[in-house]
């Protein structure tokens, strides 16, 4: 792995949740209509967390689910490896919900595509509001978050690795370069 | 992780990790079709053909289910309907559908071997649904998952296939798929349906029914075929029913819980007496909803593929 820099560390990640928790609170105004939904496999825990943050300071637990959009790719015809398909659990009712669909990076934006589809699917909420730790830029769909831990400006040979404590036991924003020397 | 072949024949030398993999990917379309909207884009624009040589109710409305769920377009081909009524050959009538630009055939026969013939053929993914006495995979595999969904496990479990096991494919799906699992797999019936020689495949054989009750955790009861001249092989259906058939008395002698599944369409009062197939050991039904999950998760998997 090479590694050009740490762009948010543990103190760091937990500064930006708290305030992302607060943003998707005032914008909503409170939780009472809200429910977090994670992507696998990051995006989960980013979301657990914000959920662990809102009961804090709302005192209401919002209700929480897993999205897994495999199913509804729209790479399995290039793809070199077959995507291993999990489970979605959501176990509750998303018609008129204010959904927040929260992941770790966006990049070209079609993992968020393939999540609207899926959650269309599920019934008729709300509304849907996008929220991502980091946002590293290079879309390739009209689609914009509305709430961003951290933008970073990266080229096309850079990756934005986030690692969580649950799956990588240990909580960072890493910066890679890709590009062979 | 993908599957090791890009067709599924049988359930015969398929590796563990294949069937795993088969599995973990059922329970994924088991919550799709839990759902409102029972339908994913996965297979959007794969085209599949049901070719079915042999009547069938159940295995071709769920092969078709579950092709629809995954949004390809299917085909379906009967015999009674097609041109083979004018004397076209299988193959001419397999390399005319091919010109049409399938992906994949699922094709059920009442031939043993036709499904691998079809490999040699044709380009397509081939799923066996039924050849002859030879195998019905999905079948197995509906069976195992809806075992482990039950009792959580498959390793050491004890497994006991009852009926006529000579004119089953269903019997041997099971047996081979159960044994790469782990299961503990034996056979039960009257003598003139067990065949000969089946020891060699490492099962036990059972010829009385209470004990083998009483020794298993799970029967997998085969229906009684009349269409393959059950009716030879023993000298009534009462008299089947009177030291075969699976009846609540029987089960509640036993100290233990016993799974009963049954592949479909009942006989009742045959192999199942009525009470035991409303019950509350059977899961006939859950078979059939996990049927339509397992197959959905073999055509993603094979459909997929690179």
Redesign the interface.
């Given at each position: 792995m090479d590694i050009k820099a740490k762009i948010i560390d543990e103190e760091g990640l937990n500064r930006t949740i708290t305030r992302l928790a607060h943003e998707i609170l005032e914008r909503n105004k409170g939780s009472k209509n809200i429910v977090l939904i994670g992507m696998r496999t990051r995006g989960e825990f980013i979301a657990e967390r914000i959920r662990k943050k809102v009961k804090e300071i709302e005192n209401l637990d919002p209700n929480y689910g897993v999205l897994?959009v495999?199913?509804?790719r729209d790479d399995?015809r290039t793809?070199?490896?077959?995507?291993?398909?999990?489970?979605?659990?959501i176990t509750f009712d998303v018609n008129e919900k204010d959904i927040i669909l929260i992941d770790d990076v966006l990049y070209t934006g079609r993992t968020v595509r393939a999540a609207l589809?899926?959650l269309m699917?599920?019934?008729r909420p709300n509304t849907i509001q996008l929220c991502v730790l980091v946002d590293r830029g290079h879309r390739e769909l009209p689609i914009k978050a509305d709430f961003v831990g951290k933008n970073i400006p990266t080229s096309i040979n850079e990756e934005v690795r986030v690692r969580i404590q649950e799956v990588d036991g240990e909580d960072a924003v890493y910066l890679i370069n890709t590009q062979i020397k | 992780m993908s599957l090791s072949s890009r067709h599924l024949l049988g359930l015969y030398g398929v590796p563990k990790e294949d069937i795993q993999l088969i599995l973990d990917t059922a329970t994924t379309f088991r919550e799709v079709l839990e759902r409102p909207i029972k339908k994913v884009p996965t297979l959007q624009g794969k085209t599949i053909v049901n070719l079915f040589y042999e009547s069938s109710t159940r295995t071709r409305i769920s092969f078709e289910l579950a092709q629809k769920r995954l949004s390809a377009d299917t085909i379906n081909f009967s015999t009674s309907t097609s041109s083979t009524k004018k004397g076209e050959t299988f193959k001419d009538t397999v390399r005319n559908i091919e010109a049409m630009k399938v992906d994949m055939i699922v094709v059920r026969h009442q031939s043993a071997g036709v499904p691998t013939y079809l490999t040699k053929i044709s380009k397509a993914n081939i799923i066996n649904a039924g050849d002859g006495l030879h195998e019905h995979p999905t079948q197995g595999l509906l069976d195992i998952y809806s075992i482990k969904e039950k009792l959580g496990k498959l390793d050491g479990l004890k497994v006991c296939i009852v009926g006529d096991v000579s004119h089953s494919r269903v019997a041997l799906s099971n047996i081979f798929g159960l044994k790469t699992m782990g299961a503990k797999v034996s056979v039960c019936g009257p003598s003139t349906m067990i065949p000969f020689g089946i020891e060699s495949l490492g099962v036990k054989v059972y010829n009385k029914i209470n004990q083998a009750i009483a020794e298993h955790d799970v029967l997998n009861v085969l229906r009684i075929q009349l269409e393959r001249n059950a009716g030879e092989r023993i000298p009534s259906l009462r008299e089947y029913h009177n030291y075969f058939g699976i009846t609540t008395e029987r089960i509640e002698k036993n100290n233990r819980d016993v799974l009963i599944l049954h592949p479909g369409p009942i006989n009742r009062g045959v192999e199942l007496s009525s009470e035991v197939a409303d019950g509350p050991y059977q899961v006939i039904l859950d078979q059939v909803t996990n049927g339509v999950a397992i197959r959905m998760a073999v055509l993603y998997l094979l459909g997929t593929m690179h």
């Open positions: 897994d495999t199913l509804y399995f793809r070199l490896k077959q995507p291993e398909v999990s489970v979605t659990t589809d899926a699917d599920l019934g | -």
